[in-house]
């Protein structure tokens, strides 16, 4: 059972940069799509990002052109890139797998991003 770990979370200005990382347990190289979501304090849960097995990815309007996520399935590990970074981007953000053509999917237990002066 594939159990997922999220890293790189903190504190950072706006307009500065991190890189967050998902590292499972076990091997995603083939039958996951992943995903980073993010839950904001007194928001839903949101879709930030997602990459398909096969290395397709999507993101939320308000995301695009300053975030990317990556995988290196040797590593057992995806990526979220998070460049020009804004207050309103500030939340826990969580890694989930879903084996695909099945129902099966497991979550992280976060790491906090606040965009703070």
Not at 28 to 47: D, H, T, V
């Amino acid at each position: 059972q594939v159990q997922l770990v999220e890293s790189g979370g903190g504190l950072v200005q706006p307009g500065g940069s991190l890189r967050l990382s998902c590292t499972a347990s076990g091997s995603i190289s083939s039958g996951f799509n992943m995903a980073w979501y993010r839950r904001a304090p007194g928001k839903q849960r949101e879709l930030v990002a997602m990459i398909t097995s096969g290395g397709s990815t999507n993101y939320a309007e308000s995301v695009k052109g300053r975030f990317t996520v990556s995988r290196d399935n040797s590593k057992n590990t995806v990526y979220l890139q998070m460049n020009s970074l804004k207050p309103e981007d500030t939340a826990v953000y969580l890694c989930n797998a879903v084996r695909i053509l099945t129902t099966w999917s497991t979550w992280g237990q976060g790491t906090q991003v606040t965009v703070s002066s």
